[in-house]
């Protein structure tokens, strides 16, 4: 039994690593605090799921049991993605669902999303179940709550291939890197009409082939490959628990998420003239404009599942994305990230064109880096990020937005640092119209983090 570390309670999520920081009796625990919030919200069920970790039927067994314990009734959906967690918490009897999941990361690491009363709970309420689990006696209910399975892929599938319908049929490539994502992809898309080339779509976590994030180009190579080796027209990608995307054309280029975005926004915008398109503040500065172009209001949010989440409710917008994949649909659907369902409406769009990629391909784009990271001691980013706020000059007439991090708006790029919610790093993303003006703002960033961090090792 570990001793419960705060440290695992992040800014999104709870995440941990197995037999460190995090095993049944600490699943327990979160069950239980849940429950206790949930019951305080008015929900009286529960629903629950599981990716494909090897520690996953472990801990959704304790968190099962500290959710009865709390005197919740517990709907378990087995082996989905995350979106299928959130599904059930808007087509089941409740509005509260945790999904066990360590999304992305290594194999050793696990952990828990959280939706309470309709809400992805971030920041602060995620404390507050710390705080509820240190205060807690241990008691447990005088009436424990039932346990139930639900298989609730039929229906998820269902509800996509009702709303989203191609054009004409389809060749396609997907890559599910051994994540939970493989165990429903290829039924969706052959559903939706598309003939399937699976890669690692065997749900398998140990993860033997490559990392199950399709953010990083590396992870895209097997992709690629097929696509230059085949006959298919585009390639999918998921990542290890199937709620972001990843999209790679004909030729091999990588459709990076601020890109796709502009593809949903124009979309969209047919339905919701004049509606605000969310985005983060890794994004491409193309798209900005190009929401505008197409009808919309731009609105540039911090970065964040849960928070961008939070905003969409807030404002209303019928769509949001953000540049690690995540994109929330509100039309036609219902405002929780799904990268199963935004490959579905991607594919809609793509199969009116006679040569897909060309049409991927020609979305404007400029020389831009993926993300890069400074790796720091934990505390060490927020700290930095704070004396770059206050004290980094930059020369000439840039604007600078501090609504998450520092990101410096230049008249041919940008340059962006923010510390991360999730790791003691701090993230950067530069993009410019040229090799030159890119080199230019990362040197000018450099200056800045050195004069604050003479010993910071960049990535650049």
């Not at 709550?145 to 191609?166: F, M, P, Q, W």
């Not at 919610?421 to 003006?437: H, K, L, S, W």
């Amino acid at each position: 039994m570990l001793p419960l570390s705060r440290t695992i309670f992040k800014a999104y999520d709870i995440r941990g690593i197995i037999a460190k920081t995090l095993d049944a009796s600490v699943a327990y625990k979160i069950g239980q605090a849940f429950g206790q919030a949930a019951l305080a919200k008015g929900d009286q069920r529960v629903v629950i799921g599981r990716d494909g970790r090897l520690s996953g039927p472990e801990l959704t067994a304790a968190l099962a049991q500290g959710l009865q314990a709390a005197g919740v009734d517990v709907i378990d959906l087995g082996v989905v993605a995350t979106p299928m967690v959130y599904f059930g918490t808007n087509v089941l009897d409740t509005r509260s669902g945790i999904m066990v999941t360590g999304s992305h990361n290594p194999p050793d690491y696990n952990g828990f999303k959280m939706v309470l009363a309709g809400e992805a709970i971030h920041g602060v309420a995620i404390q507050a179940l710390y705080h509820s689990i240190v205060a807690h006696d241990g008691s447990a209910s005088a009436k424990p709550g039932a346990y139930a399975t639900h298989d609730i892929r039929a229906a998820y599938l269902e509800r996509i291939l009702g709303d989203v319908k191609l054009a004409r049929p389809i060749k396609i490539a997907v890559d599910c890197g051994n994540g939970v994502a493989g165990a429903f992809a290829g039924d969706l898309f052959r559903g939706m009409g598309c003939e399937v080339i699976e890669l690692f779509c065997d749900v398998d976590g140990n993860f033997p082939n490559h990392h199950p994030d399709p953010a990083h180009p590396e992870n895209l190579q097997d992709l690629i490959r097929c696509l230059a080796e085949t006959d298919a027209e585009i390639g999918i990608a998921f990542d290890g628990d199937g709620d972001r995307l990843g999209v790679v054309t004909k030729d091999g280029q990588i459709i990076y998420p601020d890109r796709q975005m502009m593809l949903f926004a124009a979309d969209v915008l047919t339905r919701h003239p004049g509606a605000q398109i969310l985005y983060d503040v890794k994004c491409t500065r193309h798209l900005a404009p190009w929401i505008s172009k197409h009808g919309g209001v731009p609105l540039m949010y911090k970065t964040g599942h849960s928070l961008v989440k939070a905003k969409l409710r807030e404002t209303g917008a019928p769509l949001g994305g953000e540049m690690s994949g995540h994109i929330f649909f509100k039309d036609r659907w219902y405002g929780f990230d799904d990268g199963l369902y935004s490959a579905a409406r991607l594919l809609e769009i793509l199969t009116r064109e006679a040569d897909p990629s060309a049409l991927l391909n020609s979305l404007p784009q400029s020389d831009s880096t993926p993300e890069l990271h400074l790796e720091l001691k934990e505390g060490e980013n927020v700290a930095l990020m704070d004396m770059l706020r206050r004290d980094a000059v930059f020369p000439g007439n840039e604007q600078i937005i501090t609504i998450d991090g520092l990101r410096v708006e230049y008249a041919d790029g940008f340059g962006l640092a923010r510390s991360s919610n999730t790791t003691p790093v701090i993230v950067m993303r530069f993009e410019a119209e040229t090799p030159q003006a890119l080199a230019r703002i990362q040197g000018q960033f450099k200056s800045v983090i050195l004069a604050a961090k003479p010993d910071a090792v960049l990535p650049f």
